[in-house]
């Protein structure tokens, strides 16, 4: 039992759905790009969650992101209210995020990125309202890379296109 002054802290990220693990051995790559709005994102990042394995990859303008210290009762208001947060990026320049998950609410999808690479490369996680990670793929050079097992090329591939996306298939 906790007393009075002990208090239980339950971080946002532990509500995240994760994606599914991307495959170990055999695997295929799917490039997604487009017209990038955030409900186009949306019905993406659900689909994958109907993947077999997946690992997904975004190559984003770290300058539109959210700042990744963005405190959780701001992402919760978001989550309830969609008014996004006011903690904006202190980065710049074109990177790749790992997508691991996805969180929504009435309000709006989070999705939660782990930073390796340069210049966010803090080894961090950390939740993005997906109005900004829409923003930070729009052209010039943004997409999505989902890595899956070979059966799931033609799911990732409808995923795409459901979503009013381009598929492009190295």
Known sequence: MFTEREEVRVSLLDGVRAFPRPPLRRSARVAVTGDWDAGKLALLL?????????????????AELGAPDTPDRAL??????????????????RCSVTLGGTLTGPGGMLASLVDSVPPLGDNTVHLQPLDWLAAGLRPPGGH??????????GAATQLALSASLECLRP
């Open 46 to 62: 659900e689909g994958v969650h109907g993947l077999l394995a997946a690992g997904v990859v975004a190559d984003v303008d770290a």
């Open 76 to 93: 919760g208001d978001y989550l309830e209210t969609g008014l996004p947060p006011l903690w904006s990026a202190f980065r710049s320049g």
């Open 144 to 153: 999505v890379c989902l890595t899956v097992a070979p059966e799931d090329i």
